[in-house]
Structure formats: C-alpha cells, structure tokens
C-alpha cells in the first residue's frame, strides 16, 4: 500500500496571478520499489456525506485541476522509503471569483516487470479546497434538523443537520446544536462539524453525532440548533 500526507490541505485563498508552492510526503509500504505518475482531477459534491465525486475527461480541462502543475512526471520509490512530491497551484489572472475543488492522484502498477500487459492500479489522492476572493455569494441555511426526540430525560442524544451552501464559495461551518433546560438556561452546546468538514458551493452536506455526555445540570433538556 502506499500512503501519502496530509490527507487533505487546508484551505487557500486562490489570488489570480498567484503560484503556490505545495509538498506531499508519499511512503511507499510495499516490500519492492514502486513508480509514481500524477493526475488531477475536480471534484463536486456526492451524496450528501461529505464524500467527494471525482471528474472525468473534459471536466478537469478547466478550474483548480488544471491550475495544478507538478515538476516531476514520474517518480520511484524504493521499499519502505519515503519521497517528497512537490507540485504548483497556478491561478490565472482570469481566475473568477467562488469556491474551487480538485484532489492530486499518485497512480502506479503492481506489474511485476514491464513486459506485463495487465497490471492493477493503485490510485490514492489528498483533496485541495480554495476560495479565489471577489463578488461571490456566501449563503448557507439548515435545510433539515432532526433530533431523536424534542425533549429528553436521558442520554444518549442523537443529532443531525442537514446545511445548504447556497451560495458561490466553499464554506466550512460551525454546526451549533444547544441544550437548554426547562427554563431555558443553555446547559450544553455542541458543534456537530467538529473535523471542520467543508460544504461545497450549490450542495448539501448532513453533519451528525452521538452525543453520550451528561450536561452538568439534570433533568429535562430541549434542543435546538442554528
């Protein structure tokens, strides 16, 4: 197996006519040397569960995946060893303003020597989220929010929200969900996007959690998030 970091990069501010300078480190696992190719490709929205879809073709002839340029074509890497894989964000002076998505792909065949025409395909990629600044729409609102029950006397506690980015930016929000007593004093509060997850410009994204922490006052809680 191969295993590249960071798994994924922080967020960038994208400023036309701007290069950045990235790194992955790349651990090549495997008990014999491996050769290392490079791709990128954009990625949208899935399902709804933060997991990405990848593009194909065409679809990565513009946007961040093709703003991303790599100074090696190929790389080796011995068993066991560990390289350092540097590449470029290019932003174009025409950049427009809003939210870009793309992963970096190390491709590489288990062949065992070249003569073989068959070979499987290891692909494994880190994702890359940026905004390039300008007049883009920043808009978000909780589409659904559900909670086992309204009012509880016990735990565990089961949250889920359901955020709309309905704007032109990748955004990363703090989910609240409070826990008021019946008096309406807040005893708990908590953030269900606690990794910091990203929702990506006209998509949805459901953020949940089992919450099994006692708040420090007792008896009937309500709940409510915003």
Do not use: M
Not at 68 to 77: K, R, Y
Not at 112 to 138: F, H, I, M, S
Request: charged share 20%; hydrophobic share 40%.
């Amino acid at each position: 197996a191969t295993t590249i970091a960071p798994a994924r990069f922080d967020y960038h501010e994208l400023a036309p006519r701007e290069t950045i300078e990235k790194e992955l480190t790349v651990f090549n696992e495997t008990a014999q040397s491996k050769t290392y190719g490079f791709t990128a490709e954009n990625f949208g929205a899935g399902d709804g569960s933060g997991a990405p879809e990848f593009f194909t073709g065409e679809e990565n002839a513009a946007g961040l995946a093709s703003w991303i340029h790599f100074g090696l074509s190929s790389i080796t890497i011995p068993a066991g060893a560990t390289k350092i894989v540097p590449f470029s964000i290019e932003v174009p002076s025409d950049a427009v303003a809003g939210g870009y998505s793309a992963a970096v792909f190390l491709l590489s065949s288990d062949k065992a020597n070249a003569d073989e025409a068959v070979g499987q395909t290891e692909k494994v990629g880190t994702l890359l989220l940026g905004n390039v600044p300008g007049e883009a729409e920043k808009a978000a609102r909780i589409e659904d929010f559900q909670s086992a029950k309204k009012i509880y006397s016990e735990l565990p506690q089961w949250f889920s929200a359901t955020v709309e980015n309905g704007g032109g930016v990748n955004l990363r929000p703090e989910v609240a969900v409070a826990i008021t007593n019946v008096f309406g004093r807040t005893a708990a509060q908590r953030d269900l996007n606690g990794e910091r997850g990203y929702i990506l410009p006209g998509s949805q994204r459901t953020f949940d959690s089992a919450d099994e922490s006692v708040p420090a006052d007792q008896g009937f809680f309500s709940v409510a998030s915003r």
